[in-house]
């Protein structure tokens, strides 16, 4: 990854972030944060992992993301200070779902030690 694809994904992870933060709504009791950004090389393309919880609100909390995308996609085009700004595309982060389940695994052989 160079530098500039480096700075681009902290940029748009801060930005999209406050975006977010501000102008979409999700259901009461749900809570969207932005678990990392991934840029294509070209920096024509970027997905943005979003972590969801509780979990079982993952599928309405993308849906509403990507329903919203053009004006998030909009608001990060302001504020960047590119020629071509990154297409914006969300994802959910499934890492901590890997995570809880790998812990859980390890205390089942710690209990059967």
Known sequence: MT???????????????????????????????IAGVRSHPDLKSMEVMVSVFPEKYRGTALGILRIRAGLIQREVNKMLKMKYTPKIVFSADIGGQKASGIEALLDEIKKEL
């Not at 500039?4 to 944060?33: C, S, W």
Request: glycine residues 6%.
């Open 3 to 33: 530098d500039r694809q480096k700075r681009v994904d902290a940029l748009i992870h801060e930005y999209a972030g406050d975006i977010i933060n501000r102008e979409v709504e999700f259901p009461e009791g749900v809570m969207v944060t």
